[in-house]
């Protein structure tokens, strides 16, 4: 398992007026009257955490996890009062040498 982190209101609008400008992430009135029902993170936020959670963890995986592949799916909006943790599970290895990647990780954020 990882360590957390604490979301709140300030990082999910810088991080969506930087790079996901939609106003249920940017506006809490406005994100009011959308699906989300509130103000919710951008998906690509909340993937960033993970990533950085993933590799602070310390997780062994090999060369890295770029292009190694894997699934996300957000179930639930991330909002402004989660804390946010990752938790890792190796479910197939291969020996050196005989496949591109040492391991395939499966992660899933908690709350």
Known sequence: MSGSHAL???QIKAFAGAFDPQPFHLDGAA????????LAASVW???AVTM????????????????????????APTRP???L?????????????RA???ASPRSSVKR
């Open 31 to 38: 994100a009011e009257k959308t699906l989300f029902g509130g």
């Open 45 to 47: 936020h909340t993937a």
């Open 85 to 97: 943790h990752v938790e890792s599970e190796v479910t197939a290895a291969c020996p050196p040498g």
């Open 52 to 75: 950085r959670l993933n590799v602070e963890s310390g997780l062994p995986l090999a060369n890295g996890i770029i292009g190694a592949g894997g699934e996300i799916a957000w179930p």
């Open 81 to 83: 009062v989660d804390i």
């Open 8 to 10: 709140d209101e300030e």
């Open 100 to 102: 591109p990647i040492a």
